[in-house]
Nanobody, 123 residues
């Protein structure tokens, strides 16, 4: 079992930045590919970014490219999502997820999920 706890969400004005963190309980955190997802009210959960076990390979949704950066620190069992140039369209609950194996872009590819952290961007 892997427990994931997100933090760093909050209220920010459009154009601002936030850094989300996801702390994992797994002893073998470096075995897991990690993903950040988000779900806005009335919408389906969608992937934002993903990173492989070493951090060398990353993947971004078009909406996140050039604005968001996913990274990880395996010594701290933590994955991050740096979000810049935020817009009201980024308002959502953000979830991190873990998968043993390769980077996945589908929700079904992930085995463990956190409870989410709310990000609200005001105009």
């Amino acid at each position: 079992q892997v427990q994931l706890v997100e933090s760093g969400g909050g209220l920010v004005q459009a154009g601002g930045s936030l850094r989300l963190s996801c702390a994992a309980s797994a002893r073998t955190f470096s075995r897991y590919a990690m993903g950040w997802f988000r779900q806005a009210p009335g919408k389906e959960r969608e992937i934002v970014a993903a990173i492989n076990w070493s951090g060398r390979n990353t993947w971004y949704a078009n909406s996140a490219k050039d604005r968001f950066t996913i990274s990880r620190d395996n010594t701290k069992n933590t994955v991050y999502l740096q979000m810049n140039s935020l817009t009201p369209e980024d308002t959502a609950v953000y979830y991190c997820a873990a998968n043993v194996g390769t980077v996945e872009v589908s929700l079904r590819g992930y085995d463990y999920w956190g409870h989410g952290t709310q990000v609200t961007v005001s105009s």
